[in-house]
C-alpha cells in the first residue's frame, strides 16, 4: 500500500521506518529543504519539498493512487486541509490527521476527517499504566470497551488474606485469574488472595480506576 | 436603517481591520479575532466592538467570541488554511448561517465551494479587475468608466 505522510521530526521518521520495514511504499512532503536533504539520506522513501496542503505537491507525490494520508504537521489546520484534499480532490481512500489541539480531535471528526490526539493518547496510557507500578500488563479489548490487566499483589496491599467474596468490588468487575507460584487458578469466592499473586482483572473504563484502587491501596 | 447582525471578523490585519471598522460604523455587532493584540490598534477610535486576543483555529478563542450567536462570520487571516478551517468549523458546528473565508490560492476555491464554503480570492479578484481595466483603457478616451 501507498501512505503519503505530510509532516516532521521524529514522528516522521520513525513511522516512515516502520512503514517501510512492513514493506509499505511511503512518499513524504516536507516544507523545510533541509530536512528533506537529511531525510532523503536517512530513509528509502520518495522525498518532496513544499506544502502538503497544495493540490500540485500532493499530485507530485502520487496522491492518486495513495491508500493512506497522515498528515502530522504541528499546525491543526494544515492537517485538516490536508486530508480534505486527499480525500475531496484525489480520493484518497483514507485519511488521517494529528489533532495537536486535543479539542480538534472531536471537530475534525465532525468535519468528516478521522483524527487523533497525542495528547489524548498519552495521557490516558499515563493514567492507566505509569501511575501504577504494579500494572505488568494492560490490554484494551472489544474496540476499547473492555480492559484486561494484569498486577502483581505486593505484601503492602489491603487485600491480602481476605477472600474474594469479601472485596468490595465495584459492578462490571471480575478477578479472572489467580497466577500464583506460576499456576493459574480460576478464583472462587471462598479462595483468598496472597502477596505475590499475579491477577488478571476484567473492567470496563469507567471502573477501571476504582477497581484498582481497591486492589493497590491507593486513596482516590 | 438595516437591521443591526452580529458579526465575527477572523484577523485583524489591514483587511480585517478594515472590515471591523466599516461594520461598526454601520451598526452592526462586530467581534474581532486576532492572536497578536498590537493589530487591534488599526481599530479605529470609534470601532465599538470586542476585541479577543487568541487563535481562532482553537475552540476555546472562538467561544469567547461567542461565536455560536453570530450571524455572519468573515475569516481573513494571511493563511488559507486558518481561514478554511475556522470557515467550516463556524458553519458545520456553530451553525453560523453565513460563512465566508479569503482564500488566497484559487486552485483551493473550487473544493472548498463543494463543502459549501464561500470564499472570496484576492488574486482572481485583482486580476478580474486588472483585465477589466485593460479593456477600458483600450476604449475609445471619454468611454464609460466603469
Do not use: W
Not at chain 2, 470557515?87 to 472548498?112: C, G, H, L, N, S
Amino acid at each position: 500500500m501507498k501512505i503519503i505522510i505530510v509532516g516532521g521530526g521524529k514522528p516522521l521518521y520513525f513511522l516512515c521506518r516502520n512503514f517501510t520495514a512492513q514493506g509499505h511504499e511511503v512518499a513524504i512532503i516536507n516544507r523545510s529543504p533541509s530536512e528533506c536533504t537529511q531525510l532523503s539520506r536517512q530513509l528509502s522513501a520518495l522525498v518532496v519539498c513544499g506544502d502538503g496542503s497544495d493540490a500540485r505537491i500532493l499530485k507530485d507525490v502520487g496522491a492518486m493512487g495513495a491508500g493512506v494520508v497522515l498528515a502530522i504537521t504541528p499546525n491543526d489546520q494544515d492537517n485538516l486541509v490536508i486530508c480534505q484534499l486527499a480525500s475531496l480532490q484525489f480520493g484518497v481512500p483514507r485519511t488521517i490527521a494529528l489533532a495537536n489541539d486535543p479539542d480538534n480531535a472531536a471537530v475534525f471528526e465532525q468535519l468528516g476527517v478521522t483524527a487523533f490526539s497525542t495528547t489524548h493518547v498519552v495521557s490516558s496510557l499515563i493514567e492507566q499504566r505509569a501511575s501504577l507500578e504494579q500494572i505488568t500488563n494492560l490490554l484494551p479489548v472489544g474496540e476499547g470497551q473492555v480492559n484486561v490487566t494484569e498486577i502483581l499483589l505486593d505484601p503492602g496491599s489491603p487485600v491480602i488474606g481476605k477472600r474474594l467474596m469479601d472485596l468490595h468490588l465495584p459492578t462490571n468487575a471480575l478477578v479472572a485469574v489467580v497466577i500464583r507460584h506460576n499456576r493459574p487458578i480460576v478464583p472462587r469466592g471462598p479462595d483468598d488472595l496472597q502477596p505475590g499473586d499475579r491477577l488478571v482483572l476484567i473492567t470496563l473504563p469507567e471502573n477501571h480506576g476504582p477497581v484498582l484502587k481497591v486492589f493497590t491501596g491507593e486513596k482516590p | 436603517m438595516k437591521a443591526s447582525r452580529f458579526i465575527v471578523v477572523v484577523g485583524c490585519g489591514r483587511l480585517g481591520s478594515q472590515l471591523a471598522n466599516q461594520l461598526s460604523r454601520e451598526g452592526h455587532a462586530v467581534v474581532v479575532i486576532d492572536p497578536n493584540e498590537a493589530t487591534f490598534n488599526d481599530l479605529s477610535p470609534d470601532f465599538s466592538g470586542f476585541r479577543v486576543p487568541g487563535d481562532a483555529s482553537q475552540m476555546a478563542v472562538l467561544k469567547a467570541a461567542k461565536l455560536q450567536r453570530a450571524d455572519i462570520l468573515i475569516a481573513t487571516t494571511h493563511e488559507d488554511n486558518v481561514n478554511l478551517m475556522v470557515a467550516q468549523v463556524a458553519r458545520k458546528i456553530f451553525q453560523v448561517p453565513r460563512v465566508m473565508a479569503r482564500v488566497f490560492d484559487p486552485k483551493r476555491e473550487t473544493v472548498y465551494c463543494r463543502l459549501g464554503i464561500r470564499t472570496i480570492c484576492p488574486t482572481s479578484v485583482a486580476a478580474e479587475m486588472f483585465l477589466h481595466a485593460i479593456t477600458e483603457d483600450t476604449d475609445p478616451p471619454g468611454g464609460p468608466a466603469a
